[in-house]
Structure formats: C-alpha cells, structure tokens
C-alpha cells in the first residue's frame, strides 16, 4: 500500500475538499467541454444574427422582420434562435446590447491616460462615427425606438444608455481635470448632446450628406466639448 497521502482528502469520511487532480481533469466529460465552449459559439452566432438583422431592419423595420427571416439570413435554424434568445422580443433586446458592447469596445479602446483626453475625447467620437458607418441599421433601430413611449424595450434602452453615458461621462471629466471648464454647463446635459449628436450627425451623414468627412463630423460634434473648456 502506498504511503502517499492525497492532500484532497479530509476527514474520516475522506471527503475531497480540494483542486481536481490531473486525472479527473483529464476525465472530464464531453458536456462539460462543450459547456465550457459555448460562450464562444453563443457569442459568433449572436453576431451572425445581429449582422442579419441589422440588414433586415434597416430595409423593413423591426416590426416588418420575423425571426425566421433573422435566422434565414444569419444562415442558423430558428429553433437555434429560440433556444438562445427565445421569443423576437427578446433576441432584439440581446442584439441591442450586443451592438452597444461593440460600441462600449471602440470607445474604450482610445482610452489613454497619457493622452491629451481632448484628443482621447476627439478619437472617441471618430470611433463612434465608425461605428456608425459600419451599423447605420443600428443607429436608425435606437433613434427610432428609444424614444418611443412606451417602447418594447424601454427598461433595456434605459440600462444601455446609462452605460454610455457613463463612458461619455468619464471621457468629460478627463477634460475637466486637465482644462479650465464652465461650470454653468449641466453636466448631464453636456454627456447627453455629445451622445446624440453621435447618432444624429452619423445618420444625417449616412443618409442625406455621404460626401461629409468623417473630420467634418468630428469636428461639428466636438464643438460642444470645446465650447466647455474656458478659454
């Protein structure tokens, strides 16, 4: 009999209380795999699904696009929809917080506390406009649904704009830290124009000026940031 004693085991029970040794590791079942991969096929199906559907809705609406025609285009069956996101309702509510994750991913990306943060604020804005070019069906789901009372998705706009905002937010006091600021602009206010300006300049571009410069909506957008530093 070995006289090795395995550190797992405690008790007169020999109940393990420890790390998996090498052997159960190697043991695991195929179910557990596949559950640890799944994150990252969820993930590639619902960008599969918010890619058509971006294209959909940008062509009829959401109201005119069913779930069938979502999964058509995304090239998955409808009942993989179903079992990831169950009804339309809620896989559009996924799919939104799926686009402003991509978004949030863009803005975060120019964060540099050895930058300028007018500058950092200036690049976050072009990502924005990026963004916009890349997902104007996006943009025209949230201008045309967010403000809408009541909204299907209200609650879910609600949490998403908030998470937004914050970033704004964080990016205009990384201003003020560095520049002299007014202290009569409302702050709320300020995140929010800067905010809406986004979608609206990069929809208006989108739509009815395609020769404007991504330079020239940056700019028009950042002059509400420049109109806060004191001069």
Known sequence: MSSRTDSTTAGAGGVKTGVK???????????????????????????????ASMELIGERGVAGVTVDEIAAAAGVSKGTVYYN?????????QLLRHGVDILLGRLLSVRDDSADPLAAMDEMIGQAMDFM???????????SENWRIPSEWQ??????????????????????????????????????????????????RQTYNPERTREQSVTAIMASMRGYIVK
């Open 85 to 93: 996101f169950g009804s339309k309702s809620d896989l559009i509510a």
């Open 21 to 51: 040794t090498a052997v159960e590791t190697e043991a695991e079942s195929p179910a557990e795999t596949a559950k640890k991969r799944r994150p990252a096929r969820t993930n590639a199906t619902k960008q599969k699904l918010f890619e």
């Open 155 to 204: 609650d879910t706009f609600a949490e998403l704009r908030g998470r937004l905002l914050a970033v704004i937010g964080a990016a205009v006091d990384g201003v003020a830290a560095v520049y002299p600021v007014d202290p009569a602009v409302s702050r709320g206010s300020l995140e929010t124009a800067i905010f809406g300006a986004c979608f609206v300049v990069g929809l208006d």
């Open 133 to 143: 070019d890349e997902y104007p069906s996006f943009a025209r789901l949230w201008v």
